[in-house]
C-alpha cells in the first residue's frame, strides 16, 4: 500500500511531477531513463517507486514549487518559468527562498516574452514610460521585476489565462506570456519584442538540500540525470583505416574525443573516439575521403564516464 501524501517519508526520495501537460511525457522518460520504475495507484496520483525508493507525485506544473517548499516532496519537474514566477511571489511578500533549479532538462523550451499589437513601432522598454500602460501576464512577480528593474512604473493586470486577447478585450494594451512558436501571438496580431526569461524544464529541490538518508538518493538520482543528458548528444563513431591516414583523420575528429585505437590485422586499425552532438553526413563523407572505412554511428546508452 502506497504511503499517505502528507507524510514525512525520510528514507524515500518524492519527485513531482505534471499529471498531463507538455512536460508530463518528457519527464517521465527522462526518470525512466535514470533506471527508475513505478507501481501506480489506483486514482493514478502517486507511483510506487519499485527499482529504488523513489516515489512520483502526479500533480498541476503550479502545484510543484509549493510541494517542495512544504516538504510534501523532495524534489520537482517544473518549468523554470513556474519556479521564478512562484520564487518572486514569495520574496515579494518577504518569504525566504525554499527551492532552486538544480539542472535544466533541456525539454519543454518556451520563453517569456513582452508582445505588442503588430501596428506598434516598439522603439524599446522607455516607450512605456509616464504612459499609464496596462500589461496583461499570468507572471506578475517576473514582470514587476523586470519593470521595477527597468525603472518603467506601468500597471500589471493578473490574468490567469487567455492572456493574448486581452488587448482586443480592451483590458491592456500589450501583454507578457510565454511563447513558444509565436503562432499563437501572430494569430491574436501580437509580436514579441522583449524576453524577460528563457525558460525550459527544471528539476527543482528545496534550498536547504537533505540531512537524511534522500541526501544520497538525490546525489544518486543527480549523477544519473547528468548522464542521460550527456549522452543525449553524444555519438559513438567507430570505423577502419591504415596507419598512414590518421594524422589527416586526427585533425578531422580534433573537436572529438580522444581517438582509441584497438588491434587490427594487415596494417588496418580498428578506431573510435565520442562525439559531441549530430554527426553529419558531411562528417562522415569527408572522413571517409581521408581514409576512413567501415563507418558507423552509434548512440551511446550508458556511461559512468
Not at 20 to 35: N, T, V
Amino acid at each position: 500500500m502506497s504511503p499517505p501524501l502528507g507524510t514525512a517519508t525520510r528514507d524515500r526520495l518524492r519527485i513531482a511531477i505534471q499529471k498531463s501537460g507538455r512536460l508530463a511525457e518528457p519527464a517521465r522518460k527522462l526518470l525512466a531513463a535514470c533506471g527508475l520504475s513505478w507501481r501506480e495507484s489506483r486514482d493514478k496520483l502517486f507511483c510506487y517507486g519499485e527499482s529504488l525508493p523513489v516515489d512520483l507525485l502526479l500533480v498541476r506544473d503550479d502545484d510543484i514549487p509549493g510541494l517542495i517548499a512544504d516538504g510534501v516532496c523532495d524534489l520537482g519537474i517544473v518549468g523554470r518559468n513556474e519556479l521564478d514566477e512562484q520564487a518572486g511571489a514569495r520574496a515579494r511578500i518577504g518569504l525566504p527562498q525554499a527551492y532552486r533549479a538544480l539542472r535544466g532538462l533541456g525539454f519543454g523550451q518556451c520563453r517569456l516574452m513582452l508582445a505588442v499589437p503588430e501596428e506598434w513601432d516598439w522603439t524599446g522598454p522607455d516607450q512605456l514610460r509616464g504612459q499609464g500602460t496596462r500589461i496583461a501576464t499570468s507572471y506578475p512577480a517576473i514582470l514587476g521585476n523586470w519593470l521595477d528593474a527597468q525603472g518603467i512604473d506601468a500597471q500589471v493586470v493578473e490574468l490567469s489565462g487567455s492572456v493574448e486577447i486581452a488587448p482586443r478585450l480592451g483590458t491592456a494594451e500589450l501583454i507578457c506570456d510565454l511563447v513558444s512558436s509565436g503562432a499563437t501571438l501572430a494569430a491574436n496580431h501580437l509580436k514579441p519584442v522583449e524576453n524577460l526569461l528563457d525558460s525550459e524544464a527544471v528539476l527543482a529541490g528545496p534550498a536547504s538540500g537533505f540531512d537524511d538518508a534522500r541526501a544520497g538518493l538525490a546525489q544518486m538520482l543527480l549523477r544519473r540525470v547528468d548522464g542521460v543528458l550527456q549522452l543525449k548528444e553524444r555519438k559513438l563513431l567507430m570505423f577502419n583505416a591504415a596507419q598512414e591516414a590518421l594524422p589527416a583523420l586526427e585533425r578531422l575528429l580534433q573537436d572529438a574525443g580522444p581517438l582509441v585505437r584497438l588491434p587490427g590485422s594487415n596494417g588496418v586499425l580498428s578506431l573510435q573516439t565520442m562525439c559531441e552532438g549530430a554527426v553529419s553526413w558531411q562528417q562522415l563523407e569527408d572522413l571517409e575521403r581521408a581514409g576512413a572505412r567501415g563507418l558507423m554511428v552509434l548512440a551511446v546508452e550508458r556511461s559512468l564516464a
